[in-house]
């Protein structure tokens, strides 16, 4: 055994750890490129929607219960707020779905009465129901993370797709093939 | 000109008040338990639980309402006696692994648990091969010089 000939034995796998260090920060490099998921997404989709009862939002219309989406057909759950304005936005598309004949039950987040009966009445009410959560409580339990975000009810009561984000005029289409979906 | 003024005016005097909510805080979102014990294990939940709205922060540092209603669920929640793991079993079953700073080993994390140590393990044999090559070399030499 000489000291020359050893080194040129192991060349090839010495390389091993240079490579694979420069693997991984090409691959952080690219990472950095890519654009990031900005939205967490619920993992309730595919499971049963979670027991609750929340009182009335405003007047105009009863609260809501998981109970209300039992029974015969799929149904959207929209989770707005007053507040948010891209629950402006996505107003006009709620109301081309009702007209389609879907039923709509809203879920208001942190909400003051006087400012949801505002709302609706400058932007339309597309709900058949609306529920005050003032803490979030219910908005938590679908694993849902902001507002506005729409979920489609199966006729069985699972939860069976997510619509993070206002739903604009291309969405319709896509809400109403997962409602189909979901008879 | 006065009443485009105003309007202006009115128009930024009601700005401030889109976008974010008016409605106070959830009871136990910056309340403490009254029980030290209690607020110590909700305290350590809350540091290793993700804000959902400003994702690198934990709720226990965030001011953002849906952190602080998250607090008021770790909160409510130890109170009413469920362990803090149970608590981040309920939020993981919503928003997934992602919502929890404490790595867990599952389906995907195992490589990052296995990996590492079979790497120790791997220097570990080239070590004692090593130290036990170059003492049967002494030896050797030993020998020969003898």
Redesign the interface.
């Known amino acids: 055994m000489n000291a020359s000939g050893t080194p040129s034995r192991l060349r090839w796998w010495m390389w091993l750890p240079l490579a694979l260090f420069a693997f991984f920060a090409g691959l952080a490099g690219y990472m950095l490129t890519q654009e990031k998921e900005q939205f967490?997404?619920?993992?309730?989709v595919g499971k049963p929607l979670p027991a609750f009862a929340l009182p009335p939002a405003f007047e105009g219309r009863p609260g809501a219960a998981n109970t209300d989406f039992q029974g015969g057909k799929p149904r959207l759950l929209n989770i707005w707020?007053s507040?948010?304005?891209p629950c402006i936005a996505e107003a006009p598309q709620l109301e081309a779905l009702k007209a389609q004949g879907v039923e709509i039950i809203g879920i208001a987040?942190?909400?003051?009465p006087e400012?949801v009966a505002r709302f609706l009445e400058r932007h339309g009410n597309p709900y058949t129901r609306i529920g005050a959560d003032?803490?979030?409580?219910v908005?938590?339990?679908?694993?849902s993370?902001?507002v506005p975000e729409t979920f489609v009810i199966g006729a069985d009561g699972t939860i069976r797709y997510q619509h993070i984000g206002d739903i604009r005029p291309e969405h319709v289409a896509l809400l109403k093939a997962e409602l189909e979906k979901a008879q | 000109m006065i009443r485009a003024l105003a309007v202006l005016l009115l128009a930024m005097l009601s700005l401030p008040?889109?976008?974010?909510?008016?409605?106070p805080p959830?009871?136990y979102a910056y309340t403490q338990l009254e029980d030290p014990a209690l607020e110590a294990k909700a305290t350590a939940l809350m540091h290793t639980l993700r804000c959902?709205?400003c994702?690198s922060q934990s709720i226990a540092d965030s001011d953002a309402?849906?952190a602080g209603?998250?607090r008021?669920?770790v909160r409510s929640r130890i109170l009413a006696g469920e362990e803090p793991e149970a608590v981040r079993a309920w939020?993981?079953?919503?928003?997934?692994d992602?919502?929890s700073y404490s790595p867990e080993v599952s389906q995907t994390t195992w490589p990052l648990f296995v990996v590492p140590a079979l790497l120790a393990l791997g220097a570990l044999l080239v070590l004692v091969r090593r130290l036990g090559r170059s003492r049967a070399d002494e030896t050797a030499a030993e020998g020969d010089a003898a």
Request: hydrophobic share 40%; proline share 4%.
């Open positions: 967490v997404k619920s993992t309730m707020a507040w948010c304005l987040i942190r909400d003051r400012d003032e803490i979030s409580a908005q938590l339990e679908l694993g993370s902001g | 008040a889109a976008g974010q909510d008016a409605l959830a009871p959902l709205k994702q309402p849906m209603d998250m008021h669920q939020l993981i079953e919503r928003y997934g992602y919502v």
